[in-house]
T-cell receptor, first 113, second 112 residues
Framework: GDSVTQMEGPVTLSEEAFLTINCTYTATGYPSLFWYVQYPGEGLQLLLKATKADDKGSNKGFEATYRKETTSFHLEKGSVQVSDSAVYFCALRRREAGTALIFGKGTTLSVSS | DVKVTQSSRYLVKRTGEKVFLECVQDMDHENMFWYRQDPGLGLRLIYFSYDVKMKEKGDIPEGYSVSREKKERFSLILESASTNQTSMYLC???????????FGPGTRLTVT
């Protein structure tokens, strides 16, 4: 079945460091891909998305490119801030109607000043 | 902005009690979802609904049921709560024309 694999955490960085969180997927066809973020004590928020191959999603300085050839959707940010500390989830959704998101297990990011 | 609300942020119940978790969305979305979130396991889908009175089992439906009598409301029911159902429960909704889901703030349920 469809699945999403994320790099294990936690990831600990200093402020202004470069961030990469790896995400690869297995799916039938060409799903839509998402990154969600969960700040402490809150629900999940959509961070960015890409709906077809070579699309680049971006938001708040974060970017991810839909790579069909490597079935990947890695999250990057050039300079992290303390406020970026959160749990990040990669997810996919198949195109058929009435299907749910499939999530990775999440990667905890901790940024120190 | 889409708003998904859940009836409680924190809930403590006793083993064997019947528990209702309520979720309401205000964007006329067709699809609604219930997940549970546990450390190291990520989010796991319990049930979802793509229309009023329709429901589909997710990955872990055992011990749960759902009800969707109105389009905006989706309830998760624990028929007889057990300690292994202590978890964070997240509700989400999405429309048919967009793929992203919008999440509520979550309910942290403790069963003692």
């Amino acid at each position: 079945g469809d699945s999403v694999t994320q790099m294990e955490g936690p990831v600990t960085l200093s402020e202004e460091a470069f961030l990469t969180i790896n995400c690869t997927y297995t799916a039938t066809g060409y799903p839509s891909l998402f990154w969600y973020v969960q700040y402490p004590g809150e629900g999940l928020q959509l961070l960015l998305k890409a709906t077809k191959a070579d699309d680049k999603g971006s938001n708040k300085g974060f970017e991810a490119t839909y790579r069909k050839e490597t079935t990947s959707f890695h999250l990057e940010k050039g300079s992290v801030q303390v406020s970026d500390s959160a749990v990040y989830f990669c997810a996919l959704r198949r195109r058929e109607a009435g299907t749910a998101l499939i999530f990775g297990k999440g990667t905890t990011l901790s940024v120190s000043s | 902005d889409v708003k998904v609300t859940q009836s409680s942020r924190y809930l403590v119940k006793r083993t064997g009690e019947k528990v209702f978790l309520e979720c309401v969305q205000d964007m006329d979305h067709e699809n609604m979802f219930w997940y549970r979130q546990d450390p190291g396991l990520g989010l796991r889908l319990i049930y979802f609904s793509y229309d009023v009175k329709m429901k589909e089992k997710g990955d872990i439906p055992e011990g749960y049921s759902v009800s969707r009598e109105k389009k905006e409301r989706f309830s998760l029911i624990l028929e007889s709560a057990s300690t292994n159902q202590t978890s964070m429960y997240l509700c989400a909704s999405s429309g048919d024309s967009v793929y992203e889901q919008y999440f509520g703030p979550g309910t942290r349920l403790t069963v003692t």
